[in-house]
């Protein structure tokens, strides 16, 4: 009912930047709370940043003063930029929309992008 696409990820050297992107759709009215996770090999999946629609966001401790969240909301679109990117930053990257309203005034839980993998080289 609502598909999540990420793009941007990418291979880049410690100190540079990507912009992830993670489109919504589907018969969307509105969506609460959009996000991005990561999952690095070995390890659980952890909250990278969260924006509500007001604009309110939510960082994890180690990507603050790094990364900057941002939406769309008439686009359905959350950005990650991540700039003085380093080692330990590489992971799959999932997007993630919480409190999806749809036109049908159905509310949804959760839904999850396919992932988009960040490796960032030393």
């Known amino acids: 009912q609502v598909q999540l696409v990420e793009s941007g990820g990418g291979l880049v050297q410690a100190g540079g930047s990507l912009r992830l992107s993670c489109a919504a759709s589907g018969s969307i009215f509105s969506i609460n709370v959009m996000g991005w996770y990561r999952q690095a090999p070995g390890k659980q999946r952890e909250l990278v940043a969260l924006?509500?629609?007001?604009?309110?966001?939510n960082y994890a401790d180690s990507v603050k003063d790094r990364f900057t969240i941002s939406r769309d909301n008439a686009k359905n679109t959350v950005y990650l930029q991540m700039n003085s990117l380093k080692p330990d930053d590489t992971a799959v990257y999932y997007c993630n929309a919480d409190g999806v309203r749809l036109t049908t005034m159905v509310l949804l839980k959760s839904s999850w992008g396919q992932g988009t993998q960040v490796t960032v080289s030393s």
């Open positions: 924006i509500t629609s007001s604009g309110s966001t």
